[in-house]
């Protein structure tokens, strides 16, 4: 089970950290994403992770922004956004990829678990 934390509301150019911990297994071998909804829209590729953190990759809207990270012993992602914009509202859920540890990919159809998200508003 996968429990996202560390939303709330923010003003633009500001900073948050979301935190994504796993609990009743372990994602330590698994690649790791975070994706974003907003109401109306898509869910959007934000960032994602390798098992062991050598790989990243990032969004092209959160690039220079945002960054993932892991701490496999606490088995727990990170995202960590700043200069935060209005566009960045969205509830936001970490995912994991079974079949991957070293594979990223922005497909969300590609992860198999997923949390519940939680949510980020940016005032302007």
């Known amino acids: 089970q996968l429990q996202a934390s560390g939303g709330g509301l923010v003003q633009a150019g500001g900073s948050l950290r979301l935190s994504c911990a796993a609990s009743?297994?372990?994602?330590?071998?698994?690649?790791m994403g975070w994706f974003r909804q907003a109401p109306g829209k898509e869910r959007e590729f934000v960032a994602a992770i390798s098992w062991s953190g050598a790989s990243t990759a990032a969004g092209d809207s959160v690039k220079g922004r945002f960054t993932i990270s892991r701490d496999n012993a606490k088995n727990t992602v990170y995202l960590q956004m700043n200069s935060l914009k209005p566009e960045d509202t969205a509830t936001y859920h970490c995912?994991?990829?079974?079949?991957?540890?070293?594979?990223?990919?922005?497909?969300?159809?590609?992860?198999?678990?997923w949390g519940q998200g939680t949510k980020v508003t940016v005032s302007s």
């Open positions: 995912a994991a990829d079974r079949d991957s540890g070293i594979r990223i990919t922005s497909i969300p159809s590609a992860y198999d678990y």
């Open positions: 009743g297994g372990t994602f330590s071998r698994n690649v």
